[in-house]
């Protein structure tokens, strides 16, 4: 059974950290672009970075390149999303998600998608 499984979310004080695990089962991730979104309440579904498969290589929405980190462990098939000086705006549900290519922060473009992990930043 294809799974992706989101963990590491919870409630942080404002410029606290996190970090966020999104662990594979049922299928090698390493063989997909692996991508993290998120969505707040009211809003829409907007991706903060992606690793590709090919080399590694790392992407960022503009907004979101100072404070998050993205990084994979192939061994563990799993892929983390640091996040540093959190604020309340950051405040969203986090989703992993994985894809054939990290060109596009379409939420369509992905075909696998984890259930989300809550994180709240408030003091």
């Known amino acids: 059974q294809v799974q992706l499984v989101e963990s590491g979310g919870g409630l942080v004080q404002p410029g606290g950290s996190l970090r966020l695990s999104c662990a594979a089962s049922?299928?090698?991730?390493?063989?997909?672009?692996k991508a993290w979104f998120r969505q707040a309440p009211g809003k829409e579904r907007e991706g903060i970075s992606c690793?590709?498969?090919?080399?590694?290589?790392?992407y960022y929405a503009d907004s979101m390149k100072d404070r998050f980190t993205i990084s994979r462990d192939n061994a563990k098939n799993t892929v983390y999303l640091q996040m540093n000086s959190l604020e309340p705006e950051d405040t969203a549900v986090y989703y992993c998600?994985?894809?054939?290519?990290?060109?596009?922060?379409?939420?369509?473009?992905?075909?696998?998608w984890g259930r989300g992990t809550q994180v709240t930043v408030s003091s």
């Open positions: 998600a994985a894809g054939d290519l990290c060109s596009t922060w379409s939420a369509n473009d992905y075909d696998y």
């Open positions: 049922g299928f090698t991730l390493d063989h997909y672009a």
């Open positions: 690793i590709s498969s090919a080399d590694g290589s790392t």
